[in-house]
């Protein structure tokens, strides 16, 4: 029932780091295939072959420029995340299970889902990371971070069209990182809440 499709590692590899690189940017995970599509060096199925269209990589390039500039304004930023929950994950979701399009339903399904959950992580710990930076008395470093993101998903796409193998590595790395950094996260608004709650009763 699970047989693996013969270019596996490759499809493995575009599906991981496409759910990856939407939860931080889906806008420019959705340029950056059609591009690699339309110069050959990834070769999609239908329906993700679409991307390669002129007018799909126009909107996601606008779109591009519009999170260009508003992940760059302190505060403005974690409203824009909080929005685009509602499309980072089901992008990667999608971009992940249209991998393996021609492949039988059950892996479709099954990359689906793990693509879900990847970009959920990278969202996730993206949008936990501005709120912690937006605290910081001066904007550099949340501009730094947003050119990193914007980077690394170019460089992550990039790396799964050419070195699909460490691309796998890299993925397997960040997705630890990501539980254990959510995790920091969650303790940490956990304490939080406790000291306030216990000021509150005191007073």
């Not at 759910?19 to 993700?48: F, K, T």
């Not at 500039?69 to 299970?97: C, E, Q, S």
């Not at 393996?100 to 099954?110: D, E, I, K, V």
């Amino acid at each position: 029932m699970f047989d693996m499709p013969p270019n596996f590692p490759e499809l493995l590899a575009l599906a991981l780091a496409s759910a990856l690189a939407s939860g931080l940017n889906a806008y420019a995970s959705v340029a950056m295939l059609g591009l690699l599509q339309r110069y050959g060096a990834i070769h999609l199925q239908p329906p993700l072959s679409g991307l390669a269209n002129d007018w799909v990589i126009g909107v996601a390039l606008v779109l591009f420029a519009v999170e260009f500039i508003a992940d760059k304004i302190p505060y403005f930023d974690n409203i824009w995340d909080a929005i685009h929950t509602f499309i980072r994950i089901p992008v990667g979701a999608g971009l992940a299970g249209g991998m393996f399009s021609g492949q039988p339903a059950h892996w479709q399904a099954l990359m689906t889902a793990v693509g879900a959950a990847l970009a959920l992580q990278s969202h996730g710990s993206k949008a936990s990371a501005r709120l912690a930076v937006n605290a910081s008395p001066e904007p550099f470093s949340n501009w730094a971070l947003s050119l990193g993101e914007d980077a690394f998903v170019v460089f992550l796409l990039w790396m799964a069209a050419h070195h699909p193998y460490i691309t796998l590595a890299i993925v397997a790395a960040l997705a630890a990182l990501f539980v254990l950094f959510l995790r920091a996260i969650f303790r940490a608004l956990a304490r939080l809440f406790r000291r306030r709650t216990a000021v509150t009763s005191e007073e």
